[in-house]
Structure formats: structure tokens, C-alpha cells
């Protein structure tokens, strides 16, 4: 085989790629902001607060160097996003210890906000997505969704940088979490594993318009519940329970959940019509 006109193609690739991000340098940068923020992801610790300045410093610093390759399609300098992320930052980490003792409040299971920052998937991918909805706020391209999907990989939750979620976010367990682009997500909302927050269609004409539901405040959405579309509104202090699809609004402090016939030893019976709340 002739592999000329092969080789052309792929040097042609690899190097308009040269204008694109590297993962592995955005992998690395979002850890060692991570590992900056909380001790429970660093190997060392700081010995002088001097110390930490000058790290938060050397961070900006190479976010900076980060969006060099990409800075034509930046919306401002590299310099100048760089510097507003790095501003951004106490913000992020104040959310991020509401989120992790939201957790830790809300689950039997957690001893403490620490355990929860140190072993908690949900708490990783919460902390991913909230720098890179930030980054998406700024107009950064591509480097949020590279690192949403560096969560993903890690923990199976799927948050879109896209998508706004207010303070005090709780996921339980979590693997199988989907949350799309335009979804919108108010405080103190508590979510278990295998829900999806989706659209009902995902025809690319629809690119730019709200698919994805609104959860107001204060809302609990049970293990496998799929809630669609983006004229969907979940009311406040609403409780969905566990594999019910939702496909409508409803007003604040519903409950919705499947009447369900269970079949044991051939005997069939139903369950009551009183909602069950169950913790895992």
C-alpha cells in the first residue's frame, strides 16, 4: 500500500490540531487547581500563606498559557480571562463547601464535608463543572466541555458546562446523572443516581433554544426518575420519585411517583397510593 496521500492528510490534521487544546495540559490544569483549593486533592501542603499566593499566582499564570493557542477565538485577551477566572475562584470555592456540606448533611451515610470532598464522586464532578461553567461564562470555547468530560469519565455523572446550578447541589451516589446544556437548577436541590434532565428531541435546529427542565428550589429527585424538555418546570419543594417519567409541569410541593403492581409467588398486589420516600 501507498501510504503518501495518507500521510498528507494526517499531517495536515495534526497540524491544525497545534490550534486546538491539549487535553492533557487541561487535565492538568483544572487538578492543580483542584489540588489549590482543597488539601484533600494535593500531595503537599502549604507552609505560609505566602506560599499559597504565589501558587494562586503561578495559576493564573498557566490558565493563561492555557488559552494562548486558542486566544483568536477568545472573546478578550488570554491575559484578561485568565485574570477573571483566577478572580472567580474564592466564589467557586465558597459554592463548592456549601455543596460538599449540603452533601454531607443530606446523606446518613457521610461522617463529614471532608469525607465527602475526599471520596465523593458527586462532589468531583459538582467542583469540575462549576470551573468550567465559569470558563463557559467567559466565552471560553471547547476547555469546558473537555473538562465536564473529564468528570464524566471519572464518575459517570454528565453535567454540560453549560447548565445552571444554583447553591447547596447535592447528588447522591450519581453514576448515570445526566444534566443537558439548558437546564436550570435552583438551591438546595438533591439528586440520585441514574436522572436525567434531558430534552425531548435533539434535532440540531434546536441548537440555542431551552430543552432541558427547570428544578426550582428545594426539589429531591429519586434514583432513574427522567424529567424532558424545556417548557418543563419541577415546582419547588417537590419530591419526584424513583423511574418516573416526566414529561409536563408541575406546581410546587407535588409529589409524583409510580403506582406500581409487583408480582410475588404469582400473587399480585398493589402498592398504597401514599408516596414512598426511600434512602439509599
Known sequence: MNYHRFAQTLFQS???????????????FIDSVLQMLFPQFADQTFKTPESVE???YELQNNGEKLLIDIEPNLPAPAATIA???????????????NDARAMADGDPAATSPNEVILAYPGFYAIAIYRMAHRLCQLGVPLIPRLLTEYAHQKTGIDIHPGATIG?????????????????????????YQG??????????????VKRHPTIEDNVVIYAGATILGGHVVV??????GGNVWLTESIKPY?????????????AAYEKAD????YYI
Open 14 to 28: 495534526h497540524t491544525s490540531y497545534d490550534k486546538l487544546p491539549q487535553k492533557i495540559e487541561v487535565y492538568r
Open 54 to 56: 504565589a501558587e494562586l
Open 83 to 97: 485574570n477573571q477566572f483566577a478572580e472567580s475562584l474564592p466564589r467557586i470555592y465558597d459554592l463548592l463547601l
Open 167 to 191: 447553591e447547596h447541589f447535592c447528588i447522591d451516589h450519581g453514576t448515570g446523572i445526566v444534566i443537558g446544556q439548558t437546564t436550570v437548577i435552583g438551591n438546595r436541590v438533591k439528586i
Open 195 to 208: 436522572v436525567t434532565l434531558g430534552a425531548l428531541s435533539v434535532e440540531k435546529t434546536l441548537a440555542g
Open 235 to 240: 415546582g419547588h419543594d417537590s419530591i419526584i
Open 254 to 266: 407535588s409529589k409524583v411517583y409510580n403506582k406500581t403492581q409487583i408480582k410475588v409467588s404469582g
Open 274 to 277: 401514599e408516596y414512598l420516600e
